[in-house]
Structures are given as C-alpha cells and as structure tokens.
C-alpha cells in the first residue's frame, strides 16, 4: 500500500494499532462461539443465568427498560448515526464522517446478519438449548449496534468537533455505560443469552476499531489530524 508512506508516523502508530486490536477482539469473539458450540465453561454459565429467577416488569419499569433497550435497536442507531454524520460532514464540507458510518452499518449488518444465519441459536425466553434451528439469537445485534454505532459516534465527535462545547470531550466512558445497559436489559428481559450479549460485543467491538483503522489509513486534508 503505497499511500502508506505519505502517512505521519502518529498517524500511521494509530492505524496498526487499531488494526492489532480488531484482531484481538475478533479472536474474543471466536473464542465465545467455540465455547457455544462446544458447549464450555460460558455455556453452561449462560444456563445459570437462565435458571435465574426472572422478575416481570410492568408500567414504568417496563417502559423504562423498553426505551434502554432500544439504545441498540439497529434502526433507531443507524439513524442517530447517519444523521450526526452528516452534520459533522456538512460543518467540515467533508463526506468522510457519512462514509465512514455508512461503512460501519454495512459490516455491522454484513458480519453480524451472517453470522446470526450461521448459529441459528433460538433466544432463552423460547428454550433451553438450540442452535442451528430457527433462532437468530447469537451473536446479539442489540449489543453490537450499541458498541459500533454509539463508538463511531462518539470517535467522529471527537475527532471531528474541535470547537466549543465538544473539544477534547471524549466519550468512550458513555459508549461503554450504553452497551452494557442494553446488555444488562437483554438478561433482564431474558431475550439473550449471555453468550450472545459478549460475542455480540466483541463483535461489534472488533468492527469497529477496523473502522477506526481505515479512517487513519486513509489520509484527508478535511479531516484533523
């Protein structure tokens, strides 16, 4: 990759190092599948949650946990996403911001639909133990859309908005609350397994770190550096 060369050292320093941790967390994210389909160690803990006592929420409780729940929901994600993208991309007259979510949506969807087709694993709520049938349950896309979309996010703002109130400001402590409350409420609700909420995250982790990669890969004389 010739364009390479041209690449400041930091920059460059930045690129590999996101790339290196893509792969590390991809290799997480094979690790939790080897342990689901061999049913290991995180199987069996994924029934001990299962036999659990799970509480039923209703009213507020339930309405509250519904609109956490829905932090990782793809359509509502995607569009928070999208939007903020272009308005970043429009303050700096650069499409990056939108190509780089459009891009992350497109491996988000890609890698996690596949996979989701690949297991087949049907959700607790509906039983004990299936893979490989009708469910789409592992990897959980709640807690990879959560991970990716909110992570970009917070990435492009703080790589793009170096003015007043954003500069500096980095928010990977928020994307890091986000994802688990929304894995905290899939248990609670009982609509994944735990094995599902980790390789979902890793998952959703690794994709995006690759992301990251690529954006300093790539140079842009619109873009700070």
């Keep these: 990759m010739p364009f390479l060369t041209h690449l400041p ?24 599948t080897q ?8 199987y069996r803990f994924d029934r001990w949650v299962k036999n659990l006592k799970h509480h039923t929420f209703k009213g507020n409780a339930s309405h509250l946990l519904l609109a956490i729940d829905d932090l990782g929901l793809r359509g509502f994600t995607a569009t928070v996403l999208i939007l903020a993208a272009l308005l ?7 499409w990056r911001p939108f190509n780089l979510s459009v891009l992350s949506l497109l491996l988000l969807n890609g890698v996690v639909g596949l996979s989701k087709l690949a297991f087949h694993q049907v959700k607790p709520r509906l039983a004990n133990d299936l893979l490989h049938t009708t469910g789409l349950s592992y990897p959980s896309g709640h807690a990879a859309n959560a991970l990716l979309s909110w992570g970009l996010l917070a990435y492009l703002i703080f790589r793009y908005t170096h003015k007043e109130p954003f500069v500096g400001m980095r928010l ?5 609350v986000i994802t688990l ?23 959703g982790g690794s994709l995006l770190v690759f992301v990251i990669a690529i954006d300093r890969a790539i140079p842009s004389i619109k873009q700070p550096s």
């Design 35 to 42: 342990q689901v389909l061999a049913k290991g160690y995180l």
């Design 181 to 203: 409350s929304v894995c905290i409420v899939s248990l609670m609700r009982d609509t994944h397994w735990f094995s599902d909420l980790l390789g979902g995250a890793l998952l």
């Design 88 to 94: 970043i991309g429009w303050r700096f007259r650069s």
């Design 172 to 176: 990977d402590w928020l994307v890091g």
């Design 9 to 32: 050292l930091e920059r460059k320093a930045e690129m590999w190092k996101a790339f290196r941790g893509s792969i590390w967390l991809f290799l997480g994210f094979l690790i939790v």
